[in-house]
């Protein structure tokens, strides 16, 4: 599995690289994958650390992945895929988070597993 992560804005670089995009954004993504927007506001406005906000976050992804463990099923079925999310490069942003949580899945489960990074005007396939 090779994964990379991408701005939301910067999508048609995956298109032109014919990377298809897995949206993790709280409004229009994946539910099973996207943080909750009521969390995402409050991050903004200051009133969850980035900590607290990345602890709800992963809880989250914990549900999600005993309850509905075929949605997550599914993503690994993907060969090469980009993570979505509106989130600036160089911020925190879940994204990243969703990464690190589909590489210690992949491990766990003998998933050969590699983060490629930003998708950039400078990426190649």
């Known amino acids: 599995m090779r ?3 991408v701005q939301m804005a910067k999508h048609r670089l995956c298109t032109r690289l014919d990377i298809p995009i897995i949206d993790i954004t709280a409004k229009s ?3 099973e994958f996207a943080p909750v927007i009521a969390d995402v506001m409050r991050f903004k406005k200051g009133e969850l ?3 607290v906000y ?3 976050y992963l809880s989250k992804l914990r549900e999600t992945y005993g309850a509905k ?3 997550w099923t599914r993503l690994f079925q993907h060969q090469t895929f980009a ?3 509106f989130c600036p490069y160089g911020k925190n942003c879940h994204r990243y988070v969703f990464v690190e949580v589909l590489k210690k899945i992949a491990e766990h ?3 050969a597993f590699e983060y490629l990074g930003d998708v950039t005007e400078d990426t190649t396939v």
Request: include cysteine; charged fraction near 15%; proline fraction near 0%.
């Open 49 to 51: 650390s980035w900590d």
């Open 29 to 31: 993504g994946i539910v």
């Open 69 to 71: 463990k075929f949605v």
């Open 3 to 5: 994964v990379y992560t």
């Open 54 to 56: 990345v602890d709800i």
């Open 109 to 111: 489960n003998n998933i």
């Open 83 to 85: 993570v979505a999310c």
